[in-house]
């Protein structure tokens, strides 16, 4: 048990008889390959702009590459299965011929995606951002394959989750709803979990500060947290600027997220999340050393 708290956290996700080390924190570099994302929407559809950002992200320090080929922005457009598979092979196709070894998470909640991209391009980790809800066969399909499963949290589909934010006490039932089901998973033998709160995700904006401030609660499920805030709209609408302008913003939310318990960063910067989590580690080391 770690010395700074009283709760055992799962620390290492196995990942095709690699594991990955949350004792220390990770960057999830976002690669979409969709035309209609909030910020990075059609900047990588081609296997070049794809390869190009990839080098980049792995060359900064992403540990994990996420992609994702459905946009789940606020009333984002729905796509067809088909049309997200072939997103999803140009980008997977690209990245193991360039990068065999690293770990992938692919952001869906599809349990057809799921069973194609894990068996052909041996994806590491699923990232679903309905955890289970928009896809009866997607929990029994992780059951099977035993592949590492992000649970988020997200009242309704993206396009009715804004209208879904009506909460008696946010942090303790989302915290109940994402114990429920981590624990269902469990049961089923699903131990490789990871937990995502959903910032921006069926929560107001206030809705969102509250849940950051009181992340560290969700030490209470002893599962790694994953936290995405990079560039949202609770950053960029608050301080009456843009996506593009809110790196700086995202920088010391993410800081903030690391001091109360997060164990992986979602982030569109890789290098600046990279030197945060570095700092980050390096002054809880020297802290717990002159303890000692």
């Not at 041996?122 to 997607?138: F, H, R, Y």
Request: overall charge neutral.
């Amino acid at each position: 048990m770690s010395k700074d708290t009283i709760f055992e956290k799962k620390t290492l996700i196995n990942c095709r008889g690699k594991y990955l080390d949350l004792s220390i924190p990770r960057i999830m570099g976002i690669l979409n390959i969709t035309p209609d994302s909030f910020y990075d929407g059609g900047k990588y559809t081609t296997e070049k702009e794809i390869s190009n950002h990839v080098k980049t992200m792995v060359e900064q320090g992403s540990d994990i590459i996420d992609v994702g080929a459905y946009s789940s922005r606020p009333g984002a457009s729905e796509i067809r299965t088909e049309e997200e598979y072939r997103r999803l092979k140009i980008a997977l196709t690209q990245i193991r011929k360039d990068y065999p070894e690293i770990i992938i998470s692919v952001d869906t909640f599809r349990s057809e995606i799921v069973k194609t991209v894990v068996k052909e391009f041996n994806v590491d980790i699923i990232n679903d951002i309905s955890g289970g809800e928009l896809d009866a066969k997607m929990i029994e399909t992780v059951v099977e394959l035993k592949v590492p499963y992000i649970v988020m949290h997200m009242p309704g589909t993206p396009r009715t989750m804004q209208k879904k934010t009506q909460y008696k006490d946010i942090v303790r039932e989302i915290i109940e709803w994402l114990g429920a089901k981590t624990e269902m998973l469990k049961l089923r033998g699903i131990n490789d979990l990871i937990i995502d709160p959903g910032f921006g995700f069926g929560k107001t904006p206030e809705q969102n500060y509250q849940l950051l401030y009181h992340l560290y609660a969700f030490q209470l499920l002893e599962l790694p947290v994953l936290v995405g805030l990079s560039r949202k709209s609770m950053i960029y609408k608050f301080l009456n600027t843009s996506p593009n302008d809110a790196l700086n913003a995202t920088s010391a939310l993410n800081m903030l997220a690391l001091t109360k318990g997060a164990s992986i960063l979602r982030v569109h910067d890789v290098k600046e999340a990279k030197e945060i989590t570095m700092l980050f580690h390096k002054t809880k080391t020297e802290g717990m050393n002159y303890l000692n």
